[in-house]
């Protein structure tokens, strides 16, 4: 691989994970951010999708992650921009005030733009899209369509103008769904794995059944050979959003082992997936 492969999950703030991916009783100092960083070179921020943070936050994450220089995180943008009419006045600049710090401490990879799969390609859809990369022109954006209508050259070539990357995802195929591939098209090469929960996708009562997934040894395969064809051209982020019981974490170590990547594993995380890891960590 000629160029950085990072590989982490969506979040780590999660209660589910207590006594699988972290300590059982850790502490009241205890942090899972820098806890993680210590295992994975990146991690996908999703609380951002949600609500604008403030840049305190930012600030307070860069500090956090300062003890691994390889360290990267990747940010969603505010719902109100992809899954909303049109964000509130002053969102551009609220979002654009959470990255700056990010940015500036050399810890922002990329702004995942996700879009649902209700977005589909259109003429007005393109032109909000259009308009979302241009109000965040001066960082690095990876843009996820879920909707097969926009798996075409055209659209493509369009994230090629605007300087945004291609985000290839693996998901539960329906038969309008995206597939999987390897688009090499933007500044940094960007995959989101969310599961095969085909049961749970469209109809849950709870969010986090969407991604109580598990892949096997054999679903990750294609996965590394396309992340290895990624990094030909650009560094890469590999982000496991399956992330319900610490399935993420299970996935993010194997895809590492099986791109020769430092793999070491949480000791709990062995402990409740003994079939995955022998009974032991690396």
Known sequence: MRHSVRIGPAGWSYKDWDGIVYPPSPGRRFDP?????????????NSSFYRIPPPTHATSWV???AFNPEFRFTTKLFRGFTHE???EPGDVAAFRRFLDPLAAGGKLGAVLIQYPWSFKASPESLDRLAAVMDAFRDYPKAIEVRHSSFDTPEFLEMLEGKNATFVNIDQPLFSDSIKPG???VGPVGYVRLHGRNYQKWFAHEESWERYDYLYSPEELAP???RTKKL???????VITNNHFRGQAIVNA?????GLGLSSEAPPSLAEAYPERFGGGQS
């Open 231 to 237: 990094s030909e051209k650009n560094d890469v982020y």
């Open 253 to 257: 170590v194997e895809l590492k082992r």
């Open 63 to 65: 500090r956090r992650t």
């Open 223 to 225: 996965w590394m050979e």
């Open 85 to 87: 009419k049109s964000p």
């Open 182 to 184: 390897a688009h090499d």
């Open 33 to 45: 951010l820098g806890y993680l960083a210590g295992y994975f070179d990146t991690i996908e921020v």
